[in-house]
């Protein structure tokens, strides 16, 4: 059984560029939700995806959008990135309480 | 405003003896209450969730739970080497969104 897999596990990018990343929930589960950990941080919440809906949202600017597809994967885009958007991107699966983590995408800004 | 805090640490335990690590959180109407570990460079992997206060126990974790202190812990009994790590404790609010403190760091000294 497939656990949460997230791709690309690294990614350099220069400011100003656009970043996409992408998630494949574990078997079964229907919510995504996207993380954002900077170095010694806790997880940030970014956004959670249902039924190809955005239900809930963190504090995080217009710049972070997301999509979720009919087979319950999940992209996050960043646009206009910033030196500060360098973290270690984690995407989450869920079907009701307690969130499975796929390994992440470390997202260097230069 | 800090929901979820935790002592970020480092907390240092010697081999065998008991880590006690502990959580407060703000929202009253907090329902879900969760422990993930996560070592450097790695993505959290959840080791416990509690609902409702008092004690639930898996092998040598144990999760305390006091709604009315709001306040959760986590106790680990014979302190292993290989529980060295962030421990990351996490809240779920009324709207379903899960929300991270920024972790303590567990060190088990052998």
Redesign the interface.
Known sequence: DAGVTQSPTHLIKTRGQQVTLRCSPKSGHDTVSWYQQALGQGPQFIFQYYEEEERQRGNFPDRFSGHQFPNYSSELNVNALLLGDSALYLCASSLGEGYTFGSGTRLTVV | QKE?E?NSGPLSVPEGAIASLNCTYSDRGSQ?F?W?RQYSG?????IM?IYSNGDKEDGRFTAQLNKASQYVSLLIRDSQPSDSATY?CAV?HR?????????TRLHILP
């Open positions: 979820v935790q879900s969760f993930y790695k993505s959290p992997e959840l969730f990351l779920t709207d379903d969104k899960i929300i991270f403190g920024k972790g």
